[in-house]
């Protein structure tokens, strides 16, 4: 390839001399692909090769390199995003034409002068210029995208749009984003029909009229303008999230017909009637605060609000607030507020801020248990004692409401004789009794008057509910005769053993079935149906198993089972009941041998699966990945099911009930409703979870609002798809094979434990000379977890690789993480070499392994913990061996 293009170019140079020279037309015949490109900026030439363009690793860059660029292929070595050009210092795009088959390109925080090189770019979808200075930059070659469907320019100082107006995207563009410039007309948008979202925050716009006929908005931010008149929002049914703080807006109604919002930010305008917002059933957030209301009646209806400001205005009487009992956060700071006593309902209130106004008795706040954030400055307030026992985690009030502490009977360092008695005032008592090696019970109650009459050393501490403490440690030794001062060290030794769930096991899993060996790993002394078992040891037999660790005076117990049966036959056999979908006969089957299922969902896979089931499938599935169990939420959280499962789906915070502590658990779950639960189980999976794309359904309006944006990240990341014909289908409901492929799926591509299938890896053979050598490369990333590492096993041309794991040797390190955060590894990482083999048996295979965290590189004190997969290379290993190869 390098010559080629060193040909290439001296043809190139050859033939343009010669049409100089003589005055002649000639069209070049020779290779364009192979043709070097030009690049007059520097700067943009060596950010391409960045990101991996120059795929021969030659320093130049040709056509056809850059023709085969697509944003979701490049082997990228520092960038993450797709096309990513993002603050390179460019400021010519000359060359960039080439690229026509990139989707994605980001060109922000450059100082580009001609945007010309852009019209070329066909295929774009997705463009964003943010922080550029496009205010002498004519942004016409933008118009000529036909694909276009996301653009964001902000902060680039523009102030005339009127380009738009002839945009070759305007049936096509679903997302803009201009805040942060100078515009104060956006008429020329008017033909943007199929927007769905828009941006402008921070400019000069006075009308929007411009909206009128975009009626699948779904997001609208005009934040820090000066709109006066909304008309154009007027039957915007599709509206979820509305943003028209800093406005001078008072009439609202034109928004009554979007009754899916869900957050809408109305502060900082004249509005003094909220009666159009009555309708908002599904509406979570509303921020008015600094408006000119007086009357918040209306509220009461808004049954789903989760988060409310009020904040300076003109209102007296909350008690419409009673009956919301999902609300978290209040905000009603300067006003005229004297009564509070409607709030003494809502126990979910953890947030609550009633600074400035008229209130002198808090008692309505009393048995607000899941407060915890409180400010209470400005107020008449005298009495404190309403909230003394709440646990307050911040709490604004004035020094004159911090009465003294004061905590009397022992003094700190002290040992003692006798019995002594503690006695304190101002705040909450506790208590704890230091042992070797840690202090135990550190919150128990401690009441004033309290005698402590055993041997042993203590903590006391008086809090108040600032936060303010007193702290004292003592002894009590009756074996000596006076008192005296000593370490507090020389303590009498106790010995208390505790059950602590976090203690490490690996290999084994609370309540699982295991259909093959398992292999378990432990710090400490292990117990297994009574018996001493070592560290890494092998459980081949089927049976019911109890696995009891010990370590440092704690314990953790599990249960677990091994049955060895045919997959087909335990699965798909007649007792079962109906048997599943041919296409889902591989993923259940593939599911089960991952032990992600159990005994109720394997039968009747054509029936609809209970919201009970689909719960302990996911808590399966989380502590599958995670290796971790999930504590149960309390047994009083719903009325209607104690069940384990769905109790531990709660708490994970991937489930909420139907209503007031109903969960109807024996009920069909919907595909609107798999898409939330699923939705919330990868955002609490990865860190960077978010939508793609956005993908238009023809049913799209009978989503309900409150799933919208878990079926647009879903869909858009491929999770989940449509029923055909373009059609969503929300309400219908799931069958248990279609819960166990999103299951399956879910498992497949979560980010925290090794993801590898025998596709993930391929085998080549690359000429180094006159010799050729066998490699191996990964053709997908990689996630590595903490301390963890994959190793080759090439197989032995007689040995077949069960034999070959038995042997001390342990294969070759491929790849390995030393550190104690996730490692990512990039398609195309590894150009590792396999051992020639005339024969193989079987193999080769990868094994993954968990490293000892004690692990010293330089000191070479390397301990494997083997676990996991053993997974086989999909290429066809006899072709290697016979000569087949290509180059990479």
């Known amino acids: 390839m390098v010559k080629n293009k060193e040909i290439s170019r001296l043809i190139y140079v050859i033939l343009t001399t010669i049409i100089i020279l003589c005055g002649m037309k000639l069209t070049i015949v020779a290779d364009d692909e192979d043709l070097i490109i030009e690049f007059p900026d520097s700067n943009l030439k060596n950010a391409l090769i960045e990101i991996g363009v120059d795929t021969d690793e030659d320093g130049e860059i040709t056509r056809g390199e850059m023709l085969a660029c697509k944003s979701d292929s490049i082997n990228y070595d520092k960038c993450l995003d797709d096309f990513d050009l993002e603050d390179k210092g460019i400021t010519d795009l000359t060359g960039l034409e080439y ?32 922080n550029c200075d496009l205010s002498n930059v004519d942004i016409n070659p933008i118009m000529q995208l036909n694909k276009l469907k996301i653009l964001s320019l902000t902060n680039c100082n523009i102030d005339d749009l009127s380009a738009f107006e002839h945009a070759a995207f305007s049936t096509e563009l679903i997302s803009l984003e201009l805040s942060f410039n100078y515009i104060k007309d956006i008429s020329p948008l008017k033909n943007l029909i199929a927007m769905r979202e828009i941006f402008f925050i921070a400019d000069q716009i006075e009308d929007i009229s411009a909206l009128e006929n975009m009626d699948r908005l779904y997001q609208v931010s ?15 049914t599709v509206l979820a999230y509305l943003n028209l703080e800093d406005n001078d807006i008072e009439d609202i109604s034109p928004i009554e017909s979007s009754v899916k919002l869900i957050n809408a930010n109305l502060a900082g305008n004249r509005i003094k009637n909220i009666a159009p917002l009555k309708n908002m059933k599904e509406m979570t957030y509303v921020e008015l605060s600094d408006n000119e209301i007086e009357d918040i009646t209306l509220l009461k209806d808004l049954v789903s609000l989760d988060c409310i400001g009020l904040m300076n205005n003109k209102i007296t009487d909350i ?14 700071d300067n006003n005229d507020i004297e009564d509070i006593s409607s709030l003494e309902r809502l126990n979910n209130l953890s ?85 070797e090696g840690g202090r135990n019970n550190p919150n128990i109650i401690l009441y004033s008057g309290d005698k402590f009459t055993n041997n042993g050393s203590y903590i006391v501490r008086v809090t108040h509910i600032t936060g303010k403490e007193i702290t004292v440690e003592f002894t009590i030794d009756k074996n000596t005769k006076k008192e005296q001062e000593k370490p ?39 117990e297994l149906n009574g018996n001493l078992i070592s560290n890494g040891e092998r459980i081949e037999d089927n049976g019911d198993y109890t696995l009891k660790v010990t370590k440092d005076n704690k314990y953790r117990k599990l249960n677990f089972s091994i049955k060895k049966q045919l997959h087909e036959q335990l699965l798909f056999g007649e007792t079962q009941g109906s048997t599943p979908s041919e296409w889902a006969k591989e993923t259940i089957k593939e599911a089960y041998e991952k032990g992600l299922l159990f005994d109720n969902v394997t039968k009747e896979y054509k029936d609809s699966i209970t919201r009970k089931d689909f719960c302990n499938l996911m808590v399966k599935l989380f502590e599958k990945k995670n290796m971790e169990i999930v504590e149960p939420a309390p047994m009083d959280t719903f009325i209607d099911t104690q069940d384990k499962g769905i109790l531990q789906a709660y708490q994970l915070n991937i489930i909420n009930g139907i209503g007031e502590k109903i969960f109807d658990p024996m009920g069909t779950l919907t595909r609107e409703q798999m898409a939330v639960i699923a939705d919330k189980f990868l955002c609490i999976s990865y860190d960077k979870y978010d939508h793609k794309n956005i993908v238009f359904f023809n049913d799209e309006q009978n989503i309900s609002t409150w799933a919208i944006e878990a079926v647009n990240r879903l869909t858009g990341n491929n999770v989940l798809n449509g029923v055909g014909n373009n059609m969503f289908a929300p309400k219908k409901e799931v069958t248990k094979e279609q819960a166990i492929a999103m299951i399956y799926k879910l498992y497949k591509m979560n980010e925290f434990g090794l993801i590898h299938s025998s596709e993930d890896y391929s085998i080549y053979i690359k000429k180094y000379g006159d010799e050729y050598m066998t490699l191996m490369t990964n053709n997908n990333s990689i996630t590595l977890p903490p301390y963890s590492a994959i190793y080759l096993y090439n197989g032995m041309s007689d040995t077949s690789f069960e034999e070959e794991i038995d042997i001390d040797d342990k294969g070759n390190i491929v790849l390995a993480n030393y550190t104690n955060q996730y490692m990512i590894f990039e398609p195309l990482t590894l150009e590792y070499p396999i051992i020639y083999r005339t024969e193989n048996k079987e193999g080769p295979y990868i094994r993954t392994a968990i490293i000892d965290p004690t692990y010293n590189k330089e000191e070479g004190n390397e301990e494997f913990y083997w676990a996991m997969d053993y997974i086989r290379l999909i290429t066809n290993w006899q072709d290697v061996r016979t000569g087949l190869y290509y180059d990479k």
């Open 351 to 435: 947030y609550l801020s009633i600074e400035n106004n008229n209130i002198s008795d808090i008692s309505a706040l009393a048995n607000l248990t899941n407060l915890k954030k409180l400010y209470i400055l400005g107020n008449d307030i005298t009495d404190l004692s309403p909230i003394k026992g709440l646990d307050l985690e911040k709490i604004d009030m004035t020094e004159e409401h911090i009465a003294e502490l004061s905590l009397s009977g022992v003094e700190d360092g002290k040992v003692y004789d006798r019995d002594v008695m503690v006695t304190f005032e101002g705040g909450t008592g506790t208590y704890c009794p230091v042992i």
């Open 99 to 130: 690229a026509e088959n990139i989707t994605y390109l980001n060109l922000n925080k450059n100082d580009i002068k001609d945007l010309s090189p852009i019209s070329k770019l066909k295929e774009l979808g997705i463009l964003t210029l943010n």
């Open 488 to 526: 507090i060290q020389e303590i009498e030794e106790t010995k208390v053993i505790v059950h602590d769930c976090n203690l490490p096991i690996l290999g084994v899993i609370d309540d699982n079935v295991y259909n093959s060996p398992v292999t378990i790993f432990f710090e400490g002394t292990g």
């Open 319 to 332: 008690s419409p607030l009673a009956d919301i009992s999902n609300l978290t956060e209040i905000i009603i």
């Open 222 to 236: 005009f934040h820090a303008n000066n709109v006066r008149e909304i008309d154009s929002l007027k039957n915007k």
